[in-house]
């Protein structure tokens, strides 16, 4: 078996493209043949001598680049004769029918791989050349490409382009940016953060505005970068022409590849991928509403809905999701014999140690499903549920105290959900106050990592997290563990950013005037104590500015996101400076342009701006077009 697979590997490298080389055919497993794609049935049903015509191929998706090291970077592209991929939801031992979705038949299985060439430089023109390569696509992983940029040298920018094998068929030239070397001093590094993207509720500007002020080196996703609803759940999408493909709810490879596809059409994501190195991790939504390790508000694992859900297992649609995910997105596998495993960390210099979890689909303990709250709310606070299961948090407290001890300044922890406890009876009810599908729901853990940073005094902490789609500031605090005081912030040991979706409505309702928004906001600022500040308003992201004396943090307000447009107003802006472990007072400066901001100020300007198509105009009683 092993002499065979060698053999078939010695073949591969006479013609010099590779397959191993195009990461996702080794996905999820190189360790075990048998397991991942067969390399070996995929190279003797592509047949490497009659290859595409070059003319007839098409780089469909632009290009992306991500998990940045100090010397190697992961590129990203697609290149295929066609848009769309295969019903590959069929694909069991490497042969896949090509679905020719225009005239709804299969045609012949494609038996031509797809060879794609590209180059690294230090320079746009490309002349420059630090590392290049030469790897083969095919249907198999939906004509995908990812491959290991090496020898690159550390903190430095770069550019990138595929080409189709011996032509000039090409794709657009990408920029990126290795990270530094662990050791490094750095005096500043400006990160962008962002969650929930939903297709069909309007335009991603958010993710166009940073590459239009070209304000940061890396972006960091929380997750809900695609929604699996189908009809029913698509907002305004009709009237802004945007209805995710397929027009249902996804549970194949073949839905979670084309919804991928889909959401990789918007402009402005497909500038951001180009501009800028991305380090993203999923939360529910890349596999279903409120995903925990078992099923998803939908699906209960169990028979019953195997048979509802259109025959599918919730194992196996977890599987069909993160295939997609791997494929689609610019990031490394860290553990080749685990492909649920997105947690990983980043180094950035002396500066920054990155940790992100995964709080959802790895080893999540069952969560709010809607029908269960009351339940969930009762055993909310038993020592055994876990949020990361207790591989992922025995490698969680060991990294932030890994951190602290290599004396990095700064921890952020990118977490999918809340970890505030946060009171929000005025949208729950007074029975079930808190949101038992975020940290609240799961004390014991929020409990254990506490104590670990409190324990071992590990300082400087700034959690981060999406998932909500409103904004929430707040310190990092024990509550009844810990004492706390709320007007100086003595007694917290760190801070919490939780970002605000990319157009993903308001929870307190997808039409919400300012006015409704920020008495809403107000509400909830002052049912919780840590809680500095709250905006439901607006759809947008933050920048993290990071030096050694401090964390600048840039909250960016989108007033419109039903046409594409590069519209932003800054709403809040706060400073966190080193070793206080705590949001400086006065907190924001003691105004904010929108929300409630504890002991400060909300102060409206009115602003307008010219579209090009009516003036809009975003004022105390809301957004209007003049
Ligand atoms: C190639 O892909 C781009 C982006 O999806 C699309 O605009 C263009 O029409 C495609 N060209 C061909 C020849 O298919
Ligand atoms: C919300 O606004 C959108 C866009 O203006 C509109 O299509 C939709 O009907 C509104 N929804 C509700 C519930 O009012
Ligand atoms: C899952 O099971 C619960 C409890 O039996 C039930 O209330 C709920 O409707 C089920 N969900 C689905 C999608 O079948
Ligand atoms: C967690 O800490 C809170 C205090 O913040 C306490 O009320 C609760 O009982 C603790 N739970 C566990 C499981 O340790
Ligand atoms: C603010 O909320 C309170 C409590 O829900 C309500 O009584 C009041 O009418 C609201 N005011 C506005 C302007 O929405
Ligand atoms: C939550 O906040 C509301 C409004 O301030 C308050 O009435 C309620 O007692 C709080 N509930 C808890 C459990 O703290
Ligand atoms: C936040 O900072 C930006 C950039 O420094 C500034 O333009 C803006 O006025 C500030 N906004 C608030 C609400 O303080
Ligand atoms: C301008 O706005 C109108 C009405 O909202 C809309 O129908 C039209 O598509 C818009 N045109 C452009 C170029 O955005
Ligand atoms: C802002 O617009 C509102 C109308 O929506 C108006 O009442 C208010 O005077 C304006 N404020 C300023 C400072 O122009
Ligand atoms: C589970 C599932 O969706 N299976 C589909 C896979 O693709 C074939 C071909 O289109 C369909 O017939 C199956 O229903």
């Not at 010397?71 to 295969?86: F, G, K």
């Not at 918007?266 to 596999?287: C, K, M, R, Y």
């Not at 025959?311 to 492909?339: L, T």
């Not at 006065?586 to 400060?600: F, R």
């Amino acid at each position: 078996m092993k002499l065979q697979l060698l053999s078939v590997l010695a073949s591969v490298s006479i013609v010099s493209a590779s397959w191993t080389k195009n990461l996702n055919y080794r996905s999820p497993s190189e360790h075990h043949p048998s397991l991942g794609i067969s390399i070996r049935k995929v190279v003797k049903r592509n047949d490497v001598k009659s290859p595409w015509d070059p003319a007839k191929l098409n780089f469909t998706h632009g290009v992306a680049s991500g998990d940045p090291y100090p010397s190697s970077i992961i590129l990203w592209t697609r290149v295929s004769p066609q848009s769309d991929n295969d019903k590959s939801n069929v694909t069991v031992s490497g042969y896949v029918p090509l679905f020719d979705h225009d005239n709804e038949k299969y045609v012949s299985m494609s038996k031509a791989p797809v060879c794609v060439e590209y180059k690294v430089a230090s320079d746009k023109e490309l002349s420059d050349v630090v590392d290049s390569g030469k790897v083969y696509t095919s249907s198999d992983v939906d004509y995908t490409v990812k491959v290991e940029a090496k020898n690159l040298k550390a903190y430095t920018t770069y550019y990138y382009q595929f080409n189709v094998c011996n032509s000039d068929n090409k794709s657009p030239l990408g920029r990126t940016k290795t990270t530094p070397n662990a050791d490094d001093d750095l005096t500043k590094v400006s990160l962008a953060i962002y969650s929930c993207s939903n297709y069909p509720f309007g335009f991603f500007n958010a993710y166009g505005n940073p590459v239009r002020k070209d304000s940061v080196d890396y972006v960091v996703h929380l997750g809900d970068y695609i929604y699996e609803y189908g009809e029913g759940d698509y907002g305004w999408g009709y009237s802004l022409g945007r209805i995710p493909l397929p027009d249902k709810e996804i549970t194949t490879l073949y839905d979670y590849r084309k919804r991928l596809a889909t959401y990789r059409t918007d402009l402005d994501l497909v500038a951001s991928h180009q501009n800028f190195p991305w380090i993203p991790v999923w939360d529910d939504h890349e596999v279903a509403d409120n995903a925990y390790r078992d099923g998803t508000s939908h699906m209960n694992n169990t028979e019953e809905t195997f048979i509802e859900d259109g025959g599918i297992s919730f194992d196996q649609r977890k599987m069909n999701a993160v295939r997609a995910y791997f494929e689609w997105m610019p990031i490394r596998q860290v553990e080749m014999d685990d492909n649920l495993r997105i947690w990983r960390s980043f180094s950035i210099g002396k500066l920054v140690d990155l940790i992100m979890l995964d709080t959802r689909n790895y080893d999540r303990s069952v969560t709010d499903l809607y029908w269960n709250t009351d339940y969930i709310h009762e055993i909310s606070n038993d020592a055994s549920r876990s949020l990361m299961g207790p591989r992922q948090e025995h490698w969680f407290y060991d990294e932030l105290s890994e951190s602290a001890e290599r004396g990095a300044a700064w921890r952020l922890i990118g977490s999918q959900v809340i970890f505030s406890r946060i009171n929000q009876s005025a949208a729950y009810g007074e029975d079930n106050p808190l949101n038992y599908d975020a940290w609240d729901g799961y004390q014991s853990n929020k409990n254990r990592t506490l104590n670990h940073l409190y324990s071992n005094n590990i300082g400087n902490n700034i959690f981060l997290a999406g998932d909500s789609h409103a904004s929430w500031v707040s310190d990092l605090v024990w509550l009844d563990a810990k004492p706390y005081d709320s007007s100086t912030g003595a007694g917290s040991i760190g801070v919490e950013f939780a970002g605000t979706a990319v157009t993903s409505p308001c929870p307190y309702g997808a039409n919400i005037s300012l006015a409704t928004a920020n008495n809403y906001s107000s509400i909830i600022q002052g049912a919780n104590t840590e809680l500095q500040w709250q905006d439901l308003y607006y759809r947008g992201y933050y920048e993290l500015h990071i030096s050694g004396e401090e964390v600048l943090a840039n909250f960016f307000g989108m007033p419109t996101v039903v046409s594409r447009n590069g519209w932003e107003i800054p709403i809040a802006n706060f400073t966190v400076k080193s070793g206080e472990n705590r949001l400086q007072r006065p907190v924001g400066g003691g105004v904010v342009e929108s929300g409630s901001l504890k002991g400060g100020k909300t102060v409206q300007t009115n602003a307008t701006l010219d579209t090009g198509n009516g003036t809009w105009f975003v004022s105390q009683a809301g957004l209007e077009v003049l």
